[in-house]
């Protein structure tokens, strides 16, 4: 639990450093601006991609390369939410196809992980 609160603390303290050198060098309409349209575009796609995932998901018509792949948007979405400039940052990343290249391994291993049954979920890149 101290770890958490460690890296939230040191988490907040980057942002906000972030925040400081972006509104002197932007302004404050700009950066309010960014916030508010990465804040929508999170929204947007939380509305677009999710309910068509979980649609597909339930239905058994999602392939498995492109289930990563969505999930990796849901995860972009989410970060797109959360006000940060860090977390926009991360979320732009998400659709660099080498960046989702590299993280579909580790989230096959944490999906591995997380089954509830014991079934192998192989996912072919």
């Known amino acids: 639990m101290k770890r958490i609160i460690l890296y939230w603390a040191i988490y907040g303290f980057i942002e906000l450093i972030i925040y400081v050198w ?4 932007l302004g404050f309409l700009p950066l309010l601006l960014i916030q508010v349209l990465s ?4 929204i947007y796609m939380i509305k677009k991609l999710g309910a068509n995932f979980l649609f597909n998901l ?3 018509r999602t392939v498995a390369p ?3 792949d969505g999930i990796c948007y849901i995860f ?3 970060g797109f939410i959360i006000p940060g400039i860090m977390t926009t940052v991360c979320a732009l ?8 290249n590299l993280i579909k391994p580790k989230l096959t291993n944490w999906l591995n992980k997380k089954s509830i049954k014991n079934t192998h979920i192989y996912f072919d890149m």
């Open 66 to 68: 492109y289930l990563l």
């Open 93 to 100: 990343f998400l659709f660099i196809p080498f960046v989702r």
């Open 58 to 60: 339930r239905d058994g």
């Open 76 to 78: 972009a979405a989410i």
């Open 39 to 42: 804040t929508a575009l999170g």
């Open 22 to 25: 972006l509104f002197k060098w």
